[in-house]
């Protein structure tokens, strides 16, 4: 993690080792995604599918790119994560009344029972992860994460 070094006065300054950080952040990161996968793999999803199943929760009836974009990921690998989703029944495709090109999907009544199923993973899973932080040590780490977040993207730019 960090080590000590000398600056140029003497003092004493804490140095982060960025090998062992970005391990340890790779780690934990991975970590993190399996203990939710797990825990949706108990309600019948898989990892990347409550992103989707949130995504229509809070705007249902969004265009097949329009969620590939918020997510990040690109279309042919949102267009096997929602096909897959309407054959579980959690998802349906409609056809897009101004342009015939273009589908819309929208959640089943299964899929809304399924939004209350992934914020409880989530929120199991975040419990296990958390367990032993206190509130102040859990706001500074989201604090940093933020920032840590922002940093990359601003370097990916």
Known sequence: MA????????KKKAEIGNTEFFAQLAAASRNSRTLLSRQ???????????????????????PLSSIAGSLGVRAPTMTKTINRLVSQGFVEKRGSE????????????AGRDA????????????????????????????KLLKKLEQNIETALQ
Not at 3 to 10: C, N
Not at 43 to 51: F, I, K, P, R, T
Not at 98 to 109: M, N
Not at 119 to 142: C, H, N, P, V, Y
């Open 98 to 109: 101004t342009d015939g090109r273009q589908s819309h999907v929208y959640l089943t009544s």
């Open 40 to 62: 949706l793999l108990s309600v019948g999803l898989y990892a990347g599918q409550d992103s989707v199943i949130l995504a229509l929760d809070t705007e249902d009836g969004q």
């Open 3 to 10: 080590k000590k070094v000398k600056t140029a006065d003497g």
């Open 115 to 142: 939004v209350k199923m992934v914020r409880k993973a989530i929120r199991k899973s975040q419990k296990a992860a958390t367990e032993g932080i206190g509130q102040k040590d859990f706001k500074t780490l989201m």
